[in-house]
């Protein structure tokens, strides 16, 4: 899962808290309606407040179809979502005493909300409504009617002073709950979210490392096989001679097998120089078609196919950065291809609109049906030999990581294809002429 796949199922857990919370308060402000209505005899004015819990409703029932959509839920809908909360609640204290009720500590709770949710910029807007809409509340305002309850200080008798410290401890109470409920289950969604970005970047720098060292193990394992193998049978022949040291067939001999050290040299001197920190540090910058021409003749010239069959349509005005672990992974392909057909392959290269595609067939006995099936895999070897069949899983993870995607399939009277498809800007630098 990617970071702002993460992000936006957190903003969108948020939501669905929201949308409790509104629940919540819809039912408070009825029971508390009902309550100041009916048994404390104090009159409200219905109507109005009605109509505020029905937009309250309303609004709930909009941002329920929005969390249970597909769409991606923003930081910006979230605050829009709390400013209407603090409209509505602006609206409620208005038609209930302004900022003489003591329910108006409840902007505090809009902004702890707005502090825990939201951007900085954003929560900061919620202070900035919510404050002013407190001093609002202070000026204008429609006063509460207390009838027989706004009297003066007669036993058992309510004044406003005892109804208002009620009040607030009440509003104290529920804004206390409310509080640890609910910014206690966003804290959790927040640490839930940010584990699970941690999780992602551990599995996206092991996956990067793990495509580079396999890559680097299955080509220095082709690269390799050649000379050591070389170096193996002379070393035989040498065991074998009865008078090595005058020998002079021996002089030659060495001769190679100081050729082929040089060789593995140079070969671990390339994995050195591939197992780099970024792209841009060890990448070479040419145009695409010669890139792609000295690839393959930096393999042609180490592993002598008997025929090739190379053509490249592609052309000299983009230039692109690649570094070798493309040009493994190219490798890994062409490998499979001669080890499948030794008496020959055919590697096709060209533009496709936006795209660089190569294509490599050979004349082998084609893929089984099960291994297309598990195609990209790892392990999924039809050699039949332990630790193999990472070559062709790794290649599909270097090209998927740069956007790109891999088909292979058996062709018509024998064969097999594999071709590669790689956005050119994930390699490009400039469409500019290379000089």
């Known amino acids: 899962m990617s970071v702002t796949a993460i992000e936006s199922d957190a903003t969108r857990d948020n939501l669905r808290l929201l949308i409790s919370l509104r629940w919540l308060a819809v039912a408070g402000q009825i029971a508390a309606i009902g309550l100041v209505h009916l048994w404390l005899g104090i009159s409200l004015p219905l109507a109005e407040m009605g109509l505020v819990v029905l937009f309250l409703v309303g609004l709930n029932l909009v941002s329920l179809h929005r969390a249970l959509s597909a769409v991606e839920v923003t930081q910006t809908e979230l605050g829009i979502e709390l400013l209407l909360d603090v409209a509505a609640l602006t609206l409620q204290l208005y038609l209930s005493g302004g900022a003489t009720n003591p329910f108006i500590s409840l902007f505090l709770l809009q902004v702890i909300l707005g502090a825990v949710l939201l951007a900085p910029p954003m929560a900061w807007v919620i202070v900035l409504v919510t404050s002013l809409s407190f001093i609002w509340l202070t000026h204008f305002y429609r006063p509460i009617d207390f009838g027989t309850h706004a009297g003066g200080h007669h036993h058992g008798e309510r004044t406003f002073f005892d109804l208002h410290v009620q009040g607030m401890f009440l509003c104290f109470i529920l804004a206390s709950v409310l509080a640890v409920a609910f910014v206690t289950r966003i804290t959790s969604n927040l640490r839930r979210r940010d584990a699970h970005l941690a999780e992602a970047r551990r599995r996206a720098a092991e996956e990067e490392h793990i495509v580079r ?8 394992a082709h690269e390799l096989g050649t000379p050591l193998a070389t170096l193996s049978v002379i070393l035989n022949d040498w065991q074998h001679m009865p008078r090595f040291r005058d020998d002079p067939a021996f002089a030659e001999e060495l001769a190679e097998m100081q050729t082929e050290i040089g060789r593995c040299k140079s070969i671990v001197s390339h994995i050195l120089m591939v197992a ?5 540090e060890e990448a070479q910058r040419s145009p695409l078609s010669d890139f792609l021409d000295e690839m393959v003749e930096s393999w042609v010239q180490s592993r002598r196919p008997s025929a090739l069959d190379y053509a490249n349509a592609t052309s000299k005005g983009a230039a692109i950065t690649g570094d070798g672990v493309i040009q493994q992974a190219l490798f890994n392909v062409l490998d ?14 060209a533009e496709e609109g936006e795209d660089l595609v190569i294509r490599v067939t050979d004349q ?14 790892p392990f999924q070897s039809s ?9 062709l899983f790794l290649t599909i993870n270097v090209l998927r990581k740069l956007g790109g995607d891999i088909e292979a399939g058996n062709l018509q009277g024998g064969g097999a294809f594999v071709e590669l498809r790689l956005p050119l800007e994930a390699l490009a630098v400039d469409y500019a002429d290379v000089a």
């Open 213 to 220: 060292i396999g890559l680097l193990a299955s080509g220095a």
């Open 276 to 280: 780099g920190e970024a792209r841009a």
């Open 336 to 349: 499979n291809a001669l080890e499948a057909s030794p008496t020959g392959i055919s590697v096709r290269a």
């Open 364 to 377: 082998g006995p084609g893929f089984a049906p099960d291994a297309l099936a598990q195609l990209g895999r």
């Open 383 to 391: 050699k039949g030999e332990a630790g193999r069949g990472l070559g």
